[in-house]
């Protein structure tokens, strides 16, 4: 075998290498936690905010049997966005995903997703659907661990507040569950994948082709 073709061989062997361990080591994390912070995060769009008429960013989908809410009820708790009752509850429409149901969003290919949560409970689960086919639950035990609190009190700062998830491949949709009454979401935001990712991509790709660059000009030399 030639150089050449060795060198071509080696290059495509190691970025299938190295894209295999980017799939094998995918893995949502919660990267942060904000009590009562109703506003999305910066460089975020916004997915949907549940208000009517219900609308959805372009490329997302819900499903499920869960309800759209006002108010508190039996049915579900409107998300606290302050430390005041009611006087600083979510005044309009809310997710309310009660005992039994779910919640399906499919989303076009993004790297992070944030959720405003009210009235966290160890009972409510996210199951994340990741564009190399795998999933990962991150549970409300999980969430609790790094808000600080799980027990569904309705006002609570350590209950109440937006959670950020990153992933290191992409997500192309989540379920909401609940096995209990009930995991109440609002303001969905979310984002592609960071700049900095797409830049190592770039990197990648352009290390590859730079020793196919190499390779031809050895092999012309070889040949003169």
């Known amino acids: 075998m030639s150089n050449f ?6 290059a495509v062997f190691a970025a299938a290498t190295t894209l295999g361990a980017s799939a094998a080591n995918a893995a949502v994390t ?14 975020e769009s916004l997915v949907t905010d549940f208000n009517a008429p219900l609308t959805l960013a372009a490329g997302w989908t819900l499903g499920g049997d ?4 006002t108010g508190t009820s039996g049915l579900g708790a409107a998300p606290a966005f302050g430390p005041l009752d009611p006087g600083d509850d979510d005044p309009t429409r809310y997710l309310s995903v009660q005992a039994g149901q779910v919640a399906t969003f499919t ?4 790297s992070r997703v944030s959720l405003y949560i009210g009235s966290l409970d160890d ?9 190399g086919g795998g999933t990962q639950v991150i549970t409300g035990l999980q969430l609790g661990a790094i808000s600080g609190a799980n027990d569904g009190d309705r006002q609570q700062a350590d209950t109440n507040g937006r959670f950020t998830f990153y992933s290191t491949e992409n997500i192309v949709g989540f379920d909401l ?8 979401v609002s303001n969905i935001g979310a ?17 590859v082709g730079g020793m196919l660059r190499s390779a031809r000009r050895k092999q012309a030399v070889a040949f003169a």
Not at 5 to 10: D, N, S, T
Not at 107 to 110: C, E, H, K, L
Not at 125 to 131: A, E, G, N, R
């Open 30 to 43: 919660i990267h942060s936690f904000d009590s009562y912070q109703s506003a999305l995060n910066a460089n």
């Open 191 to 207: 984002a592609v994948p960071e700049p900095a990712t797409w830049a190592m991509m770039i990197i990648g790709f352009g290390g």
């Open 66 to 69: 869960a309800s759209l809410l």
């Open 5 to 10: 073709k060795k060198i071509l061989v080696g």
């Open 123 to 131: 009972y409510n689960s996210i199951t994340f659907y990741l564009k």
């Open 107 to 110: 989303a076009p290919n993004v």
């Open 177 to 184: 569950n609940s096995t209990t009454n009930s995991f109440e």
